[in-house]
T-cell receptor, first 109, second 115 residues
């Protein structure tokens, strides 16, 4: 089963709004990653975080690796319709990657 | 470059039938993973291989599920006999030795419906 608690489960927002989602775990992870899944596709990596406390941006996306190594958040600024999809957090230790349950994002034009 | 290739993309079968899902990882990738995705449980790791050897199969739900990787370019996930609760999207993913960025490269998935 999953070890990561991801929230919220779903979000309905207006185009232009900012989005925030997070992931927590009872276990420490060495790497945190955020993936996005478009309908009918496999997940694709958005951002990878390798150090506790690390804050990384990729365009309108910003993610942070929590200082305790047990949590991470992802922010999306100024959302656009193509941001629609399911966002997954993932924690990685050695060769074992575990995923959160996903946040389903809907953006209304 | 070709990505991870899975087949079939969709399969509908009846309870009790055998199901075989196939995966071709990206050439040169030494790790291969099988995940199952459902609305209720999200993405679950079923099993992963390193250099064709199964490393961790603790996620395989029960003995009805089996996975093989006879060579570096091919893996199968078999369900026999299938049950309605096996209905899900099954993803194969691969990653190169050393893991690099930690990025998993996913296939497009095989959507299984067991009636």
């Amino acid at each position: 089963g999953q070890q990561l608690n991801q929230s919220p489960q779903s979000m309905f927002i207006q185009e232009g709004e900012d989005v925030s989602m997070n992931c927590t775990s009872s276990s420490i992870f060495n790497t945190w990653l955020w993936y996005k899944q478009d309908p009918g596709e496999g997940p694709v990596l958005l951002i990878a975080l390798y150090k506790a406390g690390e804050l990384t941006s990729n365009g309108r996306l910003t993610a942070q690796f929590g200082i305790t190594r047990k949590d991470s958040f992802l922010n999306i600024s100024a959302s656009i319709p193509s941001d629609v999809g399911i966002y997954f957090c993932a924690g990685l230790n050695n060769n074992d990657m575990r995923f959160g349950a996903g946040t389903r994002l809907t953006v209304k034009p | 470059d070709a990505g991870v290739i899975q087949s079939p993309r969709h399969e509908v079968t009846e309870m009790g039938q055998e199901v075989t899902l196939r995966c071709k990882p990206i050439s040169g990738h030494d790790y291969l993973f099988w995940y199952r995705q459902t609305m209720m449980r999200g993405l679950e790791l079923l099993i992963y291989f390193n250099n064709n050897v199964p490393i961790d199969d603790s996620g395989m739900p029960e003995d009805r599920f089996s996975a093989k990787m006879p060579n570096a370019s091919f893996s199968t996930l078999k369900i026999q006999p299938s049950e309605p609760r096996d209905s899900a999207v099954y993803f194969c993913a691969s990653i190169p030795e050393g893991r690099g960025t930690g990025e998993l490269f996913f296939g497009e998935g095989s959507r299984l419906t067991v009636l």
